[in-house]
């Protein structure tokens, strides 16, 4: 269960810095981050990462695919988590 914590730590951790990163890449106009790594990375646990990111850098939260689909993936990963303590 710790390599889990462990994981989730790392996974989040990666998807708010991407998020952080490719707000100041479209700031200063460089090559962007592709929205299926953004997307993958919420999607693979870094849910809470994401939208932190998503909501203290104000990225991405005009775009339909994120408001609706990080919080969808943050759901189902509670969904999850209560699966695996009751099992």
Do not use: C, Q
Request: no cysteine; net charge positive.
């Amino acid at each position: 269960m710790r390599a889990l914590y462990i994981y989730l730590l790392i996974v989040n951790a990666i998807a708010f810095i991407l998020m952080l990163v490719d707000k100041y890449k479209a700031k200063k106009n460089f090559w962007r981050i592709p929205e299926a790594t953004l997307m993958g990375f919420a999607a693979a646990g870094g849910s809470i990462g994401a939208l932190a990111g998503m909501y203290l850098v104000r990225h991405k939260t005009k775009h339909l695919k994120f408001t609706v689909g990080i919080p969808i993936f943050l759901f189902a990963h509670i969904l999850i988590a209560i699966w695996l303590i009751v099992k």
